[in-house]
């Protein structure tokens, strides 16, 4: 076995650490860098529950090679609260009862945050297309879907105080 | 298993490291490969992967446009030049999975996968290879024989660009939207000279082991008028040469019942 030294950003930090042969990078952030928020559903790109943003675009982190990350720029959920201040998307998740389980809410959430990064105002279409590669077997789909619009109107950059 | 990740600066390189290592794969998106290593597959041993950003490129000359094997969906789907083949790069997963899946990848991806190449195939697609080992060849050739060792590092997929957009017709037949697997997938030239067809090309994907040329259903294109009565025969050969599996998507009872149904409508510009 070897060990390949990566250095990259995960939610604004810089990190350093030994990726494994071909270790993928959601093994590698939640073993390496201690980031359990991404979740391992399927191993086979299927379920959308490891999805991360590097540079700012929605990635299968079960499928991307670790060592293959170096000087990219990771978002997760771990990185989405401002402390106690849920993030927009979150607080509309919660108060639309969008989680159930709760297994595909952090890539729910990071697919949703990458479409409003680039698309405030979304249609409905434009957020059925954006998490239609993540799959939940809870809710039906409409509560999120539901949540996510109600982020875009709320305005996904503005922080939701207090609400833990 | 231990996977050994091989990585090189230069596509040449490479190059050379694929054809030294019958063993060894070559690491473009991971859509399909990551997925084997996840799983511990035998078979994988070593990946070579470059960070050469060449095999990137998007480039066009004259009528032809040369799409680089590392070029990932979202690449193609960002490029205003490819807009007649954004329909099939946009069906090919969900966000994410076209954020990855390369061009390349694509190639080698075996049924019901294989969306943008069914779209190459009637674009008179030439694959290049890298390393200047091996000539370029004809797409249908490369699929016939892609199965065979060694693995040479493909380079890129140059394309004819269609002399008008209306000609380049793409369908793509999937049960659960918007992220579809295909029960399968149609792609048409249609080239048109005082109203009447005139030297037709028209591909299936998922409709046999590889993304296939549907000669017979071009033949009987030629000449007519693409309305309901000029497609007939074409609809009537609509299976010829097709050999449909019958996998989770669907039957080959099935993909063969509604092939006809949907030629026509890819045919007469109505879409699915
Ligand atoms: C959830 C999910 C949904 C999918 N949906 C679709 C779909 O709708 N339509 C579709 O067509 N596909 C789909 N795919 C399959 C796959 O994502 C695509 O076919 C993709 O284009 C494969 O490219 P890649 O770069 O990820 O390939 P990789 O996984 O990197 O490689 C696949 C194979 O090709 C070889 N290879 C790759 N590039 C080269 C090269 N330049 N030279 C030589 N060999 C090379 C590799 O060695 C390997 O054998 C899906 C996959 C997943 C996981
Ligand atoms: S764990 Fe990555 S897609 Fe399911
Ligand atoms: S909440 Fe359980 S899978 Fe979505």
Known sequence: MSKT???????????????????????????????????????????????VLIDGEPHLSCLTLAQGCGGRSIETTGGLADGPNLHPLQAAFMEHFAAQCGFCTTGMLMAAKALLDKNPNPTRDDVVEAIAGNICRCTGYEPIINAILEAASRGSNSVVGGAV | MV??????????EAANALSSDREAYFLAGGTLLMRGVNEGSRALSTLVRTTDSSLRQIQSSGSRIEIGAAATMSDILANRELSFLHPAARAVGGPAIRNMATAGGNLFARTPYGDLTTAFLVLDAMVNFAGGSQAQLPLGQFLAEREKQPRPLVAGISIERPTSAAAFRFLKVSRVKPERLSVMCMAALLPQSGGRVQ????????????????????????????????????????????????????????????????????????GS
């Open chain 2, 199 to 270: 030297g037709a090309r028209v591909a299936y994907g998922a409709m046999a082991p590889t993304p296939i040329r549907m000669t017979a259903v071009e033949q009987a294109l030629e000449g007519v008028t693409l309305d309901e009565s000029g497609v007939q025969a074409a609809a009537a050969a609509a299976n010829t040469g097709a050999s449909p599996a019958t996998d989770a998507i669907a039957s080959e009872w099935y993909r063969r019942e509604v092939a006809p149904v949907h030629l026509k409508r890819l045919l007469l510009g109505q």
């Open chain 2, 3 to 12: 996977v050994s990740v091989r990585t090189y600066d230069q596509v040449g």
């Open chain 1, 5 to 51: 030294p990566v250095q990259f950003r995960v939610n604004g930090q810089d990190r350093a650490v030994f990726a494994e042969d071909a270790e993928n990078l959601l093994e590698c952030l939640r073993r390496g860098v201690g980031d359990m928020s991404p979740k391992y559903g399927c191993g086979q790109g299927t379920c959308g529950a490891c999805t």
